[in-house]
Structure formats: structure tokens, C-alpha cells
């Protein structure tokens, strides 16, 4: 019976096949495109027809654990781009200084 839940045309192997498109879709976005609202807008629509697709909880939590994903992502994304601005900033403040970079 368990083999049976998972044979082709069945709801579940449907709602996995889905779920496996999903996933690929949002997950191998770039970090770039990550930060944009137009992603999100796209992201969000896509897990709502997911979930209007098949109107389980199962399907409702695979949307859910999804859109966690994407905003860790996110989240790992912005705090690297800080990093990385404080860092330019540091930079650009040791070049203006003009002891700051001679020899001692």
C-alpha cells in the first residue's frame, strides 16, 4: 500500500513532482536576483498555487518550509552584503587618510 501512494498519476506523487519543480525553480535563483521584490512577488505567487493546487496542510507545510528557506537565503545574502559594504567603507577611509597606509 505504501508503494501505491507514490506511483505515477497518484495526488502524492503529483504533489512531489510539483514540490521537485518548486524547488528548483526558487532555490537556484542568484543572490543578485534574491534581493529583489519582482523574486519575491514571483516566489510568493508560485507557493500560493502550490498550495491552491492540492489545499492540504502537507502541501501548505511544504510551502511554508520553502519560503524559510528562501528567506534564510536571504538573510545570509543581506548580512554578507553588509559585511562587504563596511568593509569597501573601512577601505575608502584608510586610502583618504594619507599615514594610514605609509610605512612605519
Given at each position: 500500500m505504501a508503494m501505491e501512494l507514490f506511483e505515477k498519476g497518484t495526488y502524492m506523487y503529483s504533489l512531489m513532482a510539483d514540490y521537485w519543480v518548486l524547488n528548483r525553480k526558487l532555490l537556484s535563483i542568484d543572490a543578485e536576483n534574491l534581493m529583489q521584490d519582482d523574486f519575491w512577488e514571483y516566489a510568493t505567487k508560485e507557493l500560493e498555487a502550490f498550495y491552491q493546487k492540492y489545499k492540504t496542510n502537507?502541501?501548505?507545510?511544504?510551502?511554508?518550509?520553502?519560503?524559510?528557506?528562501?528567506?534564510?537565503?536571504?538573510?545570509i545574502v543581506k548580512e554578507k552584503l553588509k559585511e562587504t559594504e563596511k568593509m569597501e567603507k573601512e577601505e575608502k577611509i584608510e586610502t583618504s587618510l594619507p599615514w594610514a597606509s605609509a610605512q612605519a
Open positions: 502537507y502541501a501548505k507545510n511544504q510551502a511554508l518550509g520553502l519560503l524559510k528557506e528562501l528567506e534564510e537565503r536571504y538573510k
